[in-house]
């Protein structure tokens, strides 16, 4: 059974940073695709990073990029989200999520392209 444990929300200022963990149960990352996500209530979950496969080539969302980092521990089957210079809009519940084999570049931020998905963890950036 795969499971997904996200963790390490919270609130913080305007300008702080975080870093989101993901621990995988029965799922490892090697050939395999993952990726972030985030809500807010009433809107679509959007794609804002991933890891696709098999190329192993990490993508950002244009509302993120250069301020959230994407990395991983296979040894640890932990993936991590690092969010710099945090603004209130950042504000949302986050997700990560995950699928076996293969997932193209171009379908790797869509949510509809992933099997399992964390329980969330929610982050408050106060202005």
Do not use: H
Request: hydrophobic content about 30%.
């Amino acid at each position: 059974e795969v499971q997904l444990q996200a963790s390490g929300g919270g609130l913080v200022q305007a300008g702080g940073s975080l870093r989101l963990s993901c621990t995988a149960s029965g799922f490892t990352f090697d050939d395999n695709a993952i990726g972030w996500f985030r809500q807010v209530p009433g809107k679509e979950r959007e794609g804002i990073s991933c890891i696709s496969s098999p190329d192993g080539r990490t993508y950002y969302s244009d509302s993120v990029k250069g301020r959230f980092t994407f990395s991983r521990d296979n040894a640890k089957n932990t993936m991590y989200l690092q969010i710099n210079s945090l603004k209130p809009e950042d504000t949302a519940v986050y997700y990560c999520a995950a699928r076996f084999n293969r997932l193209l570049p171009y379908m790797c931020l869509d949510p509809s392209s992933y099997t399992f998905w964390g329980q969330g963890t929610l982050v408050t950036v106060s202005s």
